[in-house]
Structure formats: structure tokens, C-alpha cells
T-cell receptor, first 114, second 114 residues
Framework: NAGVTQTPKFQVLKTGQSMTLQCAQDMNHEYMSWYRQDPGMGLRLIHYSVGAGITDQGEVPNGYNVSRSTTEDFPLRLLSAAPSQTSVYFC?????????????FGQGTRLTVV | AQTVTQSQPEMSVQEAETVTLSCTYDTSESDYYLFWYKQPPSRQMILVIRQEAYKQQNATENRFSVNFQKAAKSFSLKISDSQLGDAAMYFCAYSSAYGNKLVFGAGTILRVKS
């Protein structure tokens, strides 16, 4: 089983560049989220989705856009990268709308903005 | 908003010994779920253990057990017979039975000495 697949695993961007972090899951989960992980701050929620066509903002949404055109895919877009967006990004999915059961995570994308 | 606090940035344990990682949380709700996730150097997030707040019995999974104190809003993880493979970052997480997100603590790095 592939589970949750994130690409790329590593990326270096220049300030002002744009890019899309890809996330795909093959478990038919309706609920998906994007987190960023920073030292001393744990994982913080950026955006989440409760199904195709429905997204909402999390704790730290500024500078990021998302869309959900299919159940499987939930890409995260950085429109104009800033050094403050240097982080490790995780995509997660769950079949449970309350996230009360096991969440499944991708292996993360380490993004460096120079 | 719910918050999760892990007050120990780093812990060390000797191989075969027992170690306890601390977690406290703040919520006004009575029905919720608590988790411990392990993140080894591979970055993969792995569910270690899950506790349902309405169950008084502490969850256990092989060498991993929790001490859940609902009144004190405390949820510690005990690792018995520590192994080198237990070395990782451990995250405590909370989800509400009425919400739609998973909230993480800052994490504790566990080092295992041989």
C-alpha cells in the first residue's frame, strides 16, 4: 500500500519563487491536512480539507494556497516563497472527520528558501 | 482553543531502562482523544498509542503505556525496556470528539544510550 505520498522530498527555492508540494493518498480518505514542522513548535496546521471542493484555513495559512479537486490529491501552493517558509511540510489523511483515529502521514518535504 | 504542551525538549535513557515522556493539554471539553506519535530520523510519523478520554483504563501497546490523568489533563508515555530503535522525536497530540483537527505538542527528542 502506498498510503500518503508526498513529492518532492527535498526542495530549495529562491525568495519569490513559487512551487507546489504534491500530496496524494490511495485510501479514499475524505479528510486531509497540511502541516509544517519547525524546531520547538511541533506540527502546526496550515490548511485542511473535508472533501473534494472543500478546504479551510488552519493555524498558519498565510502564504499558502490549497485546492482539492479530487479525493486523492491535495496540493499545497507557495505563491511567493519567503525564508520564513523554510520548514518540513507534512501531508496527512484520515477517514475520520474528527481525526479521532490514526492519521496517516506522508514522509514530508524539506523546503529551504534562500 | 486546545493546546498541547510537552515540557521536555530532550530526554535520554539507557538501553533496557524505562523512560517517561510528559504531556499536558488544555481543553474545556470532556470527550476527546489523545495520541503519541513517533518520528524517527526517516521523518515517517508512526502512531504509538491512542487513548480515548472517556475510558479510564490506560492504553498499552507492548512496551509502551500511558498514564492518563483526566482531571490533571496529563498524558504521559512510558517506554519500558528501551531499545535503540526507540530513539526518535515523540509528539503528543489531541483531537476533540467535536472538532475537525489534530493538535500537536512541540515534541520530545528521545536519545537511547547503549
Amino acid at each position: 500500500n502506498a498510503g500518503v505520498t508526498q513529492t518532492p522530498k527535498f526542495q530549495v527555492l529562491k525568495t519569490g519563487q513559487s512551487m507546489t508540494l504534491q500530496c496524494a493518498q490511495d485510501m479514499n480518505h475524505e479528510y486531509m491536512s497540511w502541516y509544517r514542522q519547525d524546531p520547538g513548535m511541533g506540527l502546526r496546521l496550515i490548511h485542511y480539507s473535508v472533501g473534494a471542493g472543500i478546504t479551510d484555513q488552519g493555524e498558519v495559512p498565510n502564504g499558502y494556497n490549497v485546492s482539492r479537486s479530487t479525493t486523492e490529491d491535495f496540493p499545497l501552493r507557495l505563491l511567493s516563497a519567503a525564508p520564513s517558509q523554510t520548514s518540513v511540510y507534512f501531508c496527512a489523511s484520515s477517514y475520520d472527520s474528527r481525526w479521532n483515529t490514526e492519521a496517516f502521514f506522508g514522509q514530508g518535504t524539506r523546503l529551504t528558501v534562500v | 482553543a486546545q493546546t498541547v504542551t510537552q515540557s521536555q525538549p530532550e530526554m535520554s535513557v539507557q538501553e533496557a531502562e524505562t523512560v517517561t515522556l510528559s504531556c499536558t493539554y488544555d481543553t474545556s471539553e470532556s470527550d476527546y482523544y489523545l495520541f503519541w506519535y513517533k518520528q524517527p530520523p526517516s521523518r515517517q510519523m508512526i502512531l504509538v498509542i491512542r487513548q480515548e478520554a472517556y475510558k479510564q483504563q490506560n492504553a498499552t501497546e507492548n512496551r509502551f503505556s500511558v498514564n492518563f490523568q483526566k482531571a490533571a489533563k496529563s498524558f504521559s508515555l512510558k517506554i519500558s525496556d528501551s531499545q535503540l530503535g526507540d530513539a526518535a522525536m515523540y509528539f503528543c497530540a489531541y483531537s476533540s470528539a467535536y472538532g475537525n483537527k489534530l493538535v500537536f505538542g512541540a515534541g520530545t527528542i528521545l536519545r537511547v544510550k547503549s
